[in-house]
């Protein structure tokens, strides 16, 4: 046995020596600088890219991290007769996956990607190339400039929303109140190590304004000024609601349906997607949105869609992702509460806000910003996690 | 010299050399290079760990992870916690599993215990079941208002509520896993407690020994090696588990190293990842030898067996019925409640409400609704998702069974028949290796390996034969163990024989090797197939939408919270492995049991 | 003072019959034989002494005291039988040492360590195999397992030992080693054996008495010199003796000068020792063992040799008379030329006479060939 376990030893040190030495690609800093170099705008007409789309056929494969594009792509195939191939994958597992078809350069691997999350979008698949940053002439006119690079294809929001069997909204008022140990384990949320957007959330709240807002909302909850046993009023607020018994969930579905089952004596609040409230009738769960949480009522995210760049159908890519910032292909979100098209033209669904309205009390991702702290984020995070 | 190439060439004659050899080169790359890459991998700069490892390019060397789990000030919430977490559970699992499945086994082949027949097959369900859906049951029972929703059945039913410890975190978890391998222990204890000689037992009682010494002293060592065996297999698959802990644990905040692994590898530090699937590899590695060590040569259990084939059955008299009834009870909890369980789950549409108005059949069989509805995909039956799913997981687990039984089968004909030389113990440890790695570890390092090509090997990522391949190698260590055993006893002079009248290899294998063992061959098909039905860690980041599996998507659904959609999938993945697993025992005379080398 | 007794004892194993209906006394100090082929109900027999089986009907006493009675409903377990019992396959437990494993049953009955010792080291050095006290039961060889297990098993003086074929996993040489150990014990120990074997010639070296049994049932229970020389029926006289006895098919008719036989090879009258009833519509068979078969110079039968086996201290030959085969034992160092032609004879009252109908014996007596 000894001998064995020598010569296992002896095998792996020559093996690690020598074998695997190629597995990462050598991308690592050809990051461009310049805002001009980071996209071109095509200029091709949308006819043409339909006419070579349909010359290169389908089926054109999509990942995405939210299940309405594949009725939206269904509406592209009925008008257009190619074949689209649509799975929905989580963004971490979607990331990591993209990025290793790419590197194998598989065959029937992705086209087309609708991935949320972008601090690691960025480091792990912008600036390695692994994806491309399509934008064609009728696109950026439908979109505003900051959302063209990373290209925006919507936004998500996720607020706060609290059971209202038994009280008003006067107990969530105020973000400090779910730290509150009178609050005590009330507060849910999708855990940040499973859903990447939820840890932007907690790293935008690290920029300077945020921090300075979350002093001030302490200041009018507690009537004095917050003391630091943390860095900042950011990492202190986070610390707190951790543990003051924040519950952590590996879906909002769940949280939603946790927070608002009727009959419950304790009055459970969530952060979760806006689209979930929106079917409380129809699971009977009774819930309300704390829109006055101050000051800060959640956040939302965008959802980019980019283009491989080992697609096997890119001008079906292109045809489709141009296609469904149209009013035409935003037709099976328009009554989606929670989901805002790119595409200012496309309004709301009916009783939701605009996304103007809700960057007013909800913290928007930074794509740059989140990419650059995020990792101190996970590891306080992972420093209080338990 | 000649000698020399004599003597190599008289080496490469023999079949079983050039099998053993086979097993070297390709284990070597497909298990111990993939080791390799593990501790490579602790070493370097990841594409996420940029930001992090300020200063670093892609693929540079750094310590960096190795001095944040182990001597950082977080290193207690990343490493140690999580790492004392999963002792915890892994031997709570164990001390579950052994007492729950021995005390069974000693029932069923000792006493005069009732219902045995549909005991025994009842018993083997939670083992069948996906490992998570039994933590997904215990959910549905034991759930308390701590994290809202819709109470659990046994609040609803008792007006109890259940204690925070009973429903989450370390408790739950080790119940939840111990349960699910005490079939093992059932099996395993079972199988020596049915062939230990009875005489042994007899001359104890000739010699007056006490009921009480009898079993502390003779029948508890007796059964030891296979009570080692059991916990040495329970102990790194509870280790390894993922998907219980995350169900049970998180709610929580409690984590074990696995689900700690998932986070890291998943998300933005797979450094750290890798140093912990290292640990958990070297853990399995260190009990192995101890368990080795441990039971060495010199108390060899090989047991003549006696001629009392009928043991006298301990009878339990008045307690007969009710420790039968207790028994059906507990068996019935872990294996027809949580079904029926599921198959309600599946049909109401608002949660823990069960009036009749509330059920529904639009999960199985209605069409998609609107994408703002409960029921806005198809239902299962209807869905060509789940279709292509469970071909998907039909056809991997196939050729999953055929690859690891027809390769484990060889290995344990050519480990046998070469034992004593160190090259049949290199592959004989070379094959158990796989077991010992997690499921998850293993399949983030094919990943990587497999992503780009290397030499002659292309890159086979996203295609079908990556699962392929991993699944035969991680299912290898069953079929092989299973194998050798079964070679054992099998006597040299039956393949001599055949060697005598000059019968060519490949035939001596078909026509009487294989024919002779033959319900040990199938069995070693049936349980890497099983295994493969309801493997989820194993595969989840290797699949592609072209060829995702059933498991895959049912996790996907779990975790999603589209309930009803999970439950009737893994209703259906239960209600399938148990039809083609009682359908094969029934045909052949195969059985898991067998497989696990009872 | 009887020391066994067995009642009407039947065993069924569902609706197999084991033992028939069994009726045995063993007296004390015996060492009987329970000998029959495999299946014969021997080993079952002694489980149920022992009371390691339940029988379905009967009693059994041991001692005077009511073991066993299906109708009383007594079962004393076999702990509380004062019975040792030599298993087949030794029954060693393979964890313990050598030690350990005879200390055992005296640990049981709560010996003081030093007396337990005491007991030990006495065993170990009579059975020679002091050197081994501390080895574990696969590091021995079957022979020294074998002592090792005796020594289990007397550890506890127990007054009736039971063995199950204690010898048959030893090779030949070793079991006649262990034979005469075995009888030695008897002789030193005077306890009370029960033995099952299959070997006759095991049986016939060490009993005090024999109990043959086929298909479950009692065919002979006698001293073993007995059993051979006058087997009461056909089962018996074929099952002992090696080689083993000639059967000739006859008819018999009475005559004054005694019996007459008659067959196609040979005409003979048969002188029985006890007046003998013939029936002579029934066919007989005669028996004669291959010693009672003599190779003489004016013997008036002429036969052809077949077959020769010089032994050394002895030669079986197979001789042809007409249509029938003898065997026949001579002792001496002589050989045969094959088909070289020998002069047969009959002396001796060891002749046996049997009724093929009834396969039992119907006389003993003298032949006188015509």
Request: with cysteine; glycine share 8%.
């Amino acid at each position: 046995m000894k001998r064995l376990f020598k010569l296992l030893l002896a095998t792996i040190m020559v093996l690690s020596m020598a074998a695997c030495s190629s597995n990462e690609p050598n991308t690592g800093n050809n990051t461009p600088d310049e805002p001009e170099d980071l996209y071109v705008i095509d200029t091709t007409s949308f006819d043409d890219l339909v006419a070579k789309a349909q010359e290169e056929g389908g089926p054109i494969r999509i990942y995405s991290t939210h299940s309405s594009v594949e009725k939206g792509a269904a509406l592209f195939t009925a008008k257009y007769g190619i074949e689209v191939e649509f799975t929905q994958i989580g963004d971490a597992e979607m990331i990591e996956k993209v990025a290793n078809e790419v590197r194998a350069g598989v065959e029937g691997g992705v086209d087309l990607i609708f991935v949320q999350d972008g601090a690691r979008l960025k480091n792990e698949l912008l600036d390695t190339g692994y994806v491309v940053n399509y934008v064609n002439e009728r696109i950026a006119a439908m979109l505003p400039e900051e959302d063209l690079f990373p290209l925006v294809f919507q936004y998500c929001s996720k607020v706060f929303i609290y059971n209202s069997e038994n009280q008003d909204g006067s107990r969530w008022e105020n973000i400090w109140a779910v730290t509150d140990p009178a609050n005590y384990g009330l507060f849910q949320m999708k855990d940040t190590g499973s859903e990447g957007v939820n840890a932007n959330f907690f790293t935008m709240l690290l920029k300077e304004e945020n921090i300075q807002k979350l002093e001030e909302a302490y200041k009018d909850y507690y009537g004095t000024d917050l003391v630091l046993t943390e860095e900042n009023a950011a990492y202190e607020w986070i610390k707190l609601a951790y543990q003051n018994g924040l519950i952590l969930g590996t879906s909002d579905t769940k949280i939603c349906e946790a927070v608002g089952a009727a009959g419950q004596n304790q009055d459970f609040i969530g952060l979760f997607t806006l689209n979930k409230y929106a079917k409380k009738d129809e699971k009977g769960l009774i819930l309300e949105i704390a829109d006055d949480m101050n000051p800060i009522a959640g956040f939302f995210y965008p959802i980019y869609g980019l283009i491989s760049a080992k697609a096997e159908h890119p001008y079906g890519a292109q045809a489709l992702l141009e296609y469904l910032y149209t009013p035409e292909g935003w037709a099976p979100w328009t009554s989606r509460v929670g989901d805002y098209s790119a595409n200012t033209e496309n309004a709301p669904a009916k009783g939701d806000k605009t996304i103007a309205e809700w960057s007013k009390v909800l913290v928007r991702e930074d794509a740059a910003f989140v990419a650059e702290h995020r990792a101190e984020m996970e590891d306080f995070i992972q420093s209080i996690a338990q | 010299m000649k000698r020399k190439i004599n003597h190599l060439l008289a080496f490469l004659k023999k079949p079983q050399n050039l099998i053993l050899l086979f097993f070297v080169v390709t284990l070597g790359y497909l298990v111990l290079f993939p080791l390799v890459c593990i501790v490579k991998d602790t070493f370097v700069v990841h594409a996420s760990e940029v930001m992090r490892v300020k200063g670093s390019k892609i693929g540079d060397f750094t310590t960096y992870h190795w001095v944040k789990v182990f001597a950082d000030k977080n290193s207690a919430t990343i490493f140690y916690t999580p790492l004392f977490n999963t002792m915890k559970v892994a031997l709570g699992a164990c001390f579950v599993a052994i007492s729950f499945g021995g005390s069974f086994a000693w029932l069923v082949t000792r006493t005069d215990l009732r219902w045995k027949g549909i005991l025994t097959k009842l018993f083997m369900f939670p083992y069948i079941m996906p490992s998570w859906t039994l933590a997904l049951a215990w959910m549905n029972f034991f759930k308390n208002s701590t994290v809202g929703g819709a109470q659990g059945i046994f609040t609803a039913l008792t007006g109890i509520v259940t204690p925070n410890w009973f429903a989450y975190g370390g408790f739950p978890i080790t119940m939840v896993i111990g349960l699910h391998y005490a079939p093992f222990a059932y099996i395993l204890i079972g199988g020596i407690l049915r062939n230990m000689d009875a005489n042994l037992e007899e001359a104890a009682i000739i010699l007056k020994t006490k009921r009480s010494r009898m079993f502390m002293e003779i029948t508890i060592p007796m059964v030891m090696p296979a009570v080692l065996s059991t916990f040495i297999l329970v102990f790194s698959s509870a280790m390894s588990a993922f998907a219980v802990p995350q169900f049970l644990g998180l709610p929580v905040r409690y984590y074990v190293l696995t689900t700690q692994m998932f986070r890291n590898l998943n998300g933005t530090n797979p450094g750290y990842g890798y140093i912990i699937a290292l640990v958990m590899i070297l853990i399995a590695l260190i009990i192995m030898f101890v368990n080795q060590a441990v039971i060495g040569k010199r108390k060899s259990y090989t047991t003549v067996t006696g001629k009392s084939a009928n043991i006298s059955q301990f009878k339990l008299k008045k307690f007969r019925t009710p420790i039968s009834s207790l028994f059906l009870v507990l068996v019935l909890c872990v294996s027809v409640i949580p079904m029926i369980s599921f198959l309600l789950q599946s049909m109401i549409k608002i949660q823990g409400n069960y009036s009749p108005s509330n059920f529904t059949l639009d999960f199985w069989i209605g069409a998609a609704a609107a994408s703002d509805k409960i029921n806005d995909k198809a239902g299962i039956l209807i869905n060509a998702d789940v279709w292509k799913g469970l071909f998907n997981s039909l056809k991997l687990s196939i050729v999953a069974a055929l690859g690891a039984g027809t390769f484990g089968f060889l290995a344990g004909y050519a480990i046998v028949k070469q034992r004593g030389t160190w090259l049949s113990r290199f592959v004989e440890n070379l094959t158990f290796i796989p077991y010992l790695i997690p499921s998850m570890a293993f399949s983030v390092i094919y990943l990587s390996m497999f992503a780009v090509r290397h030499g002659p090997i292309p890159a086979l990522y996203g295609s079908f034969a990556i699962l392929a391949i991993i699944g035969t190698v991680k299912y290898l260590p069953m079929a092989s163990r299973s194998g050798v055993n079964s070679m054992l006893q099998l006597s040299h002079e039956i393949e001599e024989a055949a060697m005598i009248v000059g019968v060519p290899w490949w035939k001596r294998m078909t026509q009487i090797i294989v024919p002779i063992q033959k319900s040990t061959v199938i069995s070693g098909y049936l349980l890497p197939f099983i295994s493969s039905m309801r493997e989820l860690s194993l595969y989840v980041l290797l699949v592609t939408p072209a060829n995702k599996v059933l498991t895959t998507i049912l996790f996907q659904y779990n975790e999603k919270g589209w309930d009803q959609y999970a439950n009737a999938i893994n209703f259906v993945i239960i209600v399938f492995v148990l039809v083609i697993n009682f359908g094969i025992e029934r045909l052949t005379g195969a059985s898991i049991e067998k497989g696990v080398g009872g | 003072m009887p020391v066994i007794r067995l009642v009407n004892v039947t065993k069924k194993f569902g609706n197999f019959v084991a033992v028939d209906n069994l009726n045995m006394t063993i007296q004390d100090g015996d060492f009987v034989s329970l000998l029959g082929p495999s299946g014969c109900g021997k080993t079952t027999t002694l489980r149920m002494i022992a009371g390691l089986e339940t029988p379905t009907e009967g009693e059994i006493y041991i001692d005077d005291t009511l073991v066993f009675s299906e109708e009383k409903g007594i079962n004393l377990s076999p702990d509380k039988r004062n019975v040792g019992f030599l298993f087949q396959n030794y029954a060693l437990w393979p964890h313990m040492t050598v030690y350990k494993n005879i200390a055992f049953g005296l640990e049981n009955m709560k010996w003081k360590k030093e007396d337990i010792d005491k007991r030990v080291n006495e065993l170990l050095k009579t059975l020679q195999i002091e050197e081994f006290r501390g080895r574990y039961p696969a590091e021995l060889s079957g022979g020294q397992q074998q002592r090792v297990a005796i020594a289990r098993t007397l550890a506890t003086n127990p007054a009736i030992l039971l063995m199950d074929e204690p010898l048959s996993n030893l090779d030949a040489k070793l079991r006649n080693g262990m034979r005469a150990e075995l009888k030695r014990l008897h002789a030193t120990s005077k306890s009370t054996f029960v033995y099952v074997t299959h070997d006759q010639s095991e049986a016939m070296t060490l009993s005090t008495r024999v109990c043959l049994m086929d298909r479950g049932v009692l065919q002979q229970y006698c001293p073993p010199l007995e059993l051979y020389g006058e087997p009461t029926n056909l089962f018996v006289a074929d099952f002992m003796g090696n080689p083993t006895m000639n059967f000739v098919d006859v008819k018999a008719r009475k005559s004054e000068n005694g019996i007459e036989l008659t067959c196609p090879s040979m005409n003979l009258t048969f002188h029985p020792l006890q007046e003998t009833e013939i029936n002579e519509a029934d066919d007989y068979v005669l028996g004669l063992r291959p010693e009672a078969v003599l190779i003489q110079e004016d013997g008036q039968i002429e036969g052809t040799v077949i077959s020769s086996l010089p032994s050394g201290m002895e030669t079986t030959l197979s001789i042809e008379v007409k249509d029938i085969r003898l065997s026949s034992v001579v002792f001496g160092n002589i050989d045969f030329a094959m088909d070289s032609k020998v002069n047969l004879t009959f002396k001796g009252n060891t002749y046996i006479l049997f009724n093929k109908r009834t396969r039992n014996k119907v006389g003993m007596g003298a032949l006188t060939i015509k």
